[in-house]
């Protein structure tokens, strides 16, 4: 396996340029023209966000000449977020930028593919580079020159074209992905929205609703583990280990730690966060254990409720709201006479099961996507490695180029 050897975007670029505020120039923004686009148009991922950008008009356009911007051009930020990028596509034309983007036109008569200069840009070796720059400068700034100095290693243009589809599509498939769970998510907290307040109920369920107390279906728990006492680590939890709005708690690292005055939860008991900014960490105990002060672990009342329909409560819009309601000025935390009297439309405890059961089954679905764009991602960057430094070659993987 050889690594190629490196040629300098300078070499490779018909220019290397960048942008102007318009209003450093005396000119203004208008409400729709020629698309004017800023950093934070572009996602990180490169993806266009529509409605991010400002607009220009046609005579501002016409004096920024040396910004204007052609299909097949990539922006690369090299202020602010420094090292985001994308390439210029049809639709956007005409369009402008301004100086947070260093303007790379590809030669073609260097023969260097677009999409292949754009991956390159985003290869660990670049963004290693611009780290370090970063690293020496007293501000996030680089400059045209150092984004011309920049050396990538270069193949022949088919074998470009080959390795952007390549990575092109393991971005495509995560993209989609991406948007399936966020359907996925739409879909489940509509099922919330109508499953916890009864204006849909589930096949076989015909008893009357109550109106609950929060307070009256679960309780905080009030057992603390003594001073002297210690554990490991993995059976506490403390906020940062919930992963904020996905009900699950993060991996651990395990060592021995003291319990001292953490609440003692039992699994099926409830744990949110009580500063008001991490209300939308919660999670459902599968296993005993400890955690800090700053969460609750709430526990349901036999006969009135179970841990997973509180569990969904918890996370339900109506409920964080309420929860919000905060007293103090220093990392304000929820106030549980406030929640304890958020009024809860409650079915009786079978009830609660079975809904509790529909909505951790679509729960456990958008685990599983996520859970596969975790595996894709790590994928993904295997490939770019290998393939954006040449250590592997297409043709040795059986592709035909």
Not at 3 to 13: A, D, F, I
Not at 95 to 115: D, E, H, K, M
């Amino acid at each position: 396996m050889t690594t190629l050897p490196p040629v300098s975007v300078r070499k490779l670029s018909d220019f290397v340029t960048k942008g102007t505020t318009p209003t450093s120039i005396g000119r203004r923004f208008t409400a729709r023209g020629v698309n004017f686009i800023k950093v934070e148009t572009i996602a990180p991922d490169g993806r266009y966000l529509s409605g991010r950008e400002a607009h220009i008009d046609s005579e501002t356009h016409e004096i920024l000449r040396r910004s204007q911007l052609a299909a097949g051009d990539i922006l690369f930020s090299i202020a602010g977020a420094l090292g985001r990028s994308t390439v210029v596509e049809d639709s956007w034309i005409p369009a402008n930028t301004n100086q947070a983007f260093a303007i790379i036109r590809p030669s073609r008569q260097a023969g260097l593919n677009s999409r292949y200069l754009l991956w390159q840009l985003r290869s660990e070796a670049i963004l290693r580079r611009v780290s370090e720059i970063n690293v020496q400068a007293a501000q996030a700034n680089l400059s045209l020159e150092q984004v011309r100095d920049f050396e990538i290693p270069l193949v022949s243009e088919e074998e470009q074209f080959h390795i952007a589809k390549t990575l092109d599509d393991a971005e495509l498939l995560l993209w989609t992905l991406e948007r399936l769970i966020a359907k996925k998510q739409a879909i489940k907290q509509g099922m919330m929205q109508q499953l916890l307040t009864g204006k849909i109920r589930l096949p076989g369920f015909t008893a009357e609703w109550t109106i609950q107390r929060f307070g009256d279906l679960a309780l905080p728990v009030k057992a603390r583990g003594q001073a002297a006492s210690a554990v490991h680590s993995d059976a506490v939890v403390e906020l940062e280990h919930i992963e904020s709005g996905t009900g699950s708690v993060l991996p651990n690292e395990s060592a021995v730690v003291s319990i001292s005055l953490k609440t003692i939860f039992r699994e099926g008991d409830v744990l949110f966060g009580k500063l008001r900014a991490y209300l939308r960490k919660y999670w459902l105990a599968t296993s005993p254990g400890y955690c800090s002060t700053e969460i609750w672990a709430l526990r349901s009342l036999p006969g009135k409720s179970v841990g997973g329909f509180v569990r969904y409560v918890v996370e339900s819009e109506a409920f964080i709201e309420v929860a919000s309601a905060s007293h103090g000025t220093h990392m304000p935390r929820s106030d549980w006479g406030i929640v304890a009297a958020f009024e809860v439309p409650t079915p009786n405890v079978e009830e609660q099961i079975a809904i509790a059961q529909v909505l951790s089954s679509a729960d456990a679905e958008i685990r599983s996507l996520r859970k596969q764009i975790s595996q894709i991602r790590a994928i993904k960057q295997g490939m770019m490695q290998e393939l954006l430094t040449g250590r592997t070659r297409l043709e040795n993987l059986g592709v035909a180029i």
